[in-house]
């Protein structure tokens, strides 16, 4: 089973809005990361969150994390039509070798 | 720097045919890491190696998959003989230093097996 996955699976808001992609996880972990794919392309690394962090900003992103929950938010704020894309989240098992990559939010942000 | 270059990007062969991908990870990057992509199983980590060395090769479906790193800046994976389940995205990453920091993708190869 997926250590970490995405909720909701798809995601459809009209630009200019708010959108909120959340991942759970089953295990302690070191840190937690979060990556978009464009469709086509390969994934890239957008915010990484360590376990002793609750929270941090990169431009129009923002990430939680709460690990008493085992969970996980992205928000990207004043969304734009480029911003359409899937965005996974991906774990190391605290003590554990292989990241996880959940099965991904897709996001259509329609112009 | 030009980031994780993947060769071919697309790859449409023929049942029991030897596939073999291509990857060079960024310069100074000591982790490599092959996935593959499906609608069905998602992102699945196949191998990773440290310093060229083969560390966890666990995800590798099955005997028809391998994968070498003869030096610091080429891996490949290779299926012999490949089957139409083995279609897949397949991609190939890199990270500096420790497993558990950013990866850097490349654009991934795209295997049509017929």
Not at chain 1, 83 to 111: E, M, N, Q
Not at chain 2, 57 to 76: L, W, Y
Request: hydrophobic share 35%; with cysteine; proline share 4%.
């Amino acid at each position: 089973s997926q250590q970490g996955e995405e909720d909701p699976q798809a995601l459809s808001i009209q630009e200019g809005e708010n959108a909120t992609m959340n991942c759970s996880y089953k295990t302690s972990i070191n840190n937690l990361q979060w990556y978009r794919q464009n469709s086509g392309r390969g994934l890239v690394h957008l915010i990484l969150i360590r376990s002793n962090e609750r929270e941090k900003h990169s431009g129009r992103l923002r990430v939680t994390l709460d690990t008493s929950k085992k969970s996980s938010s992205l928000l990207i704020t004043a969304s734009r039509a480029a911003d359409t894309a899937s965005y996974f989240c991906a774990t190391v098992p605290l003590g554990g070798f292989k990241t996880i990559f959940g099965a991904g939010t897709r996001l259509f942000v329609k112009a | 720097d030009a980031g994780v270059i993947q060769s071919p990007r697309h790859e449409v062969t023929e049942m029991g045919q030897e596939v073999t991908l291509r990857c060079k990870p960024i310069s100074g990057h000591d982790y490599l890491f092959w996935y593959r992509q499906t609608m069905m199983r998602g992102l699945e980590l196949l191998i990773y190696f440290n310093n060229n060395v083969p560390i966890d090769d666990s995800g590798m479906p099955e005997d028809r998959f391998s994968a070498k790193m003869p030096n610091a800046s080429f891996s490949t994976l290779k299926i012999q003989p490949s089957e139409p389940r083995d279609s897949a995205v397949y991609f190939c990453a890199s990270s500096l230093r420790a497993r558990q920091e950013t990866q850097y993708f490349g654009p991934g190869t795209r295997l049509l097996v017929l």
